[in-house]
């Protein structure tokens, strides 16, 4: 009890409730410890999911009969494959597969009903994206287990089986998951990079001082700004081409596409980072809140990406909500190029996507910064 009392005499008892009192008082750091903590956790919990569900899968059937649509019926009807559409052809189904539209396609024979009837094997085929390794290789395992439970229906011992299914994956045929995390990797240290440097090296100059000493120069706001974005654009922009070095040298991920275009388009991505970095830099007062508030942009932005695990996974909220993401659609676009070795016709939605954001941070974060100057 002495001892008791003696501590909350103390000194040091009297410092912890004078730094406790200061805590309270500043509402940005309760906001900061308490908000982005919950939500990050709710996203993970969310964006994070490992089970493959959801997928779109695209039907080519040429039989068009009872049993092919039993077939359809028994794949679609457990909500791991979504039958997204009916095509007229196997080379449509392919172009859907490299487009994205689709994850899976089924094409099922003209000769599929005649087989089962004279206890044949009834072969299928079924067009797999193989980007991400892992959802394709658990996709070819669900389709196999749901087809030969569908030829135990038709028969308990067939032999040989009645339905067998020849699986075949597009762009990442060794199913090779470096492949599909290593370019979602990549967007996601350019923008870990591009928003810490930019908004920490604003700041730090703001908490020198020598920001206000930019103001007595006869240099203009916009020269002000651009002499400090065009600096950091050319490192930022070496450090893409590290990055794709050491994807290629060390990961072994394809080039199928254009050099120059993945390049072009990273180089516009990269403004992406400097708008929200700038943004951040006229919202925070020292490099401490540019740090905390970077982690609750950024983990977000990469948990709802798709780099880490696949958007079908995610429920359906979270999956438009990902829309307004900018480093999805780089994602996709350097997953396009790398793999799928697609063209500017194939990417321009995700292009014009990221060119709307790089408008709006940018007149935004140089509108802040302007009226900071001034």
């Known amino acids: 009890m002495i001892f008791y009392t003696r501590f909350l005499e103390s000194r040091f008892w009297a410092l912890c409730i004078k730094e406790v009192n200061q805590i309270l008082r500043n509402k940005q750091l309760l906001f900061l410890l308490l908000f982005p903590p919950t939500i990050q956790l709710l996203i993970f919990g969310f964006a994070l999911n490992a089970d493959v569900q959801n997928l779109k899968l695209g039907i080519v059937d040429y039989a068009n009969t009872y049993e092919s649509r039993e077939l359809v019926a028994a794949l679609t009807e457990n909500q791991i494959f979504i039958p997204h559409n009916y095509s007229l052809s196997q080379e449509e189904i392919a172009q859907q597969v490299r487009l994205g539209q689709i994850t899976a396609g089924l094409v099922i024979p003209p000769e599929f009903n005649r087989n089962l009837a004279q206890n044949k094997t009834a072969e299928v085929q079924i067009f797999i994206d193989g980007v991400d390794a892992n959802t394709a290789g658990i996709a070819s395992g669900y389709a196999a287990q749901i087809i030969n439970q569908y030829s135990r229906s038709l028969d308990e011992n067939p032999t040989p089986p009645l339905v067998q299914a020849q699986s075949v994956f597009f762009y990442n045929p060794g199913l090779l998951s470096s492949w599909f995390l290593v370019p979602g990797v990549l967007g996601t240290v350019i923008t870990l990079t591009s928003t810490l440097v930019s908004s920490t090296t604003l700041v730090r100059e703001k908490d020198s001082g020598t920001l206000e000493q930019l103001l007595m ?35 072994r991920v394809p080039l199928q596409g254009s050099l120059l275009l993945f390049l072009a388009l990273g180089g516009l991505y990269l403004f992406v980072g400097i708008g929200v970095g700038l943004m951040l830099a006229t919202l925070a007062k020292n490099q401490q809140q540019v740090v905390l508030t970077s982690f609750f942009i950024n983990l977000p932005l990469i948990q709802l990406s798709g780099a880490i695990a696949p958007i079908e996974s995610m429920p359906v909220f ?37 060119f709307t954001f790089v408008v709006v941070l940018l007149t935004v974060s140089i509108n802040r910064f302007r009226s900071q100057l001034s």
């Not at 916009?222 to 050319?234: C, D, M, S």
């Open 217 to 251: 120069t006869p240099a203009d706001a916009w020269e002000i700004l651009l002499a400090k974005i065009a600096p950091l654009f050319v490192l930022l922009m070496g450090d893409i081409l590290l990055a794709l070095s050491v994807a290629r040298i060390v990961f």
């Open 318 to 354: 979270f999956q438009y909500l990902s829309l307004l993401n900018p480093l999805r659609h780089f994602v996709a676009i350097s997953r396009g190029i790398l793999l799928k070795g697609v063209g500017i016709d194939i990417l321009f939605p995700h292009v014009l996507a990221l």
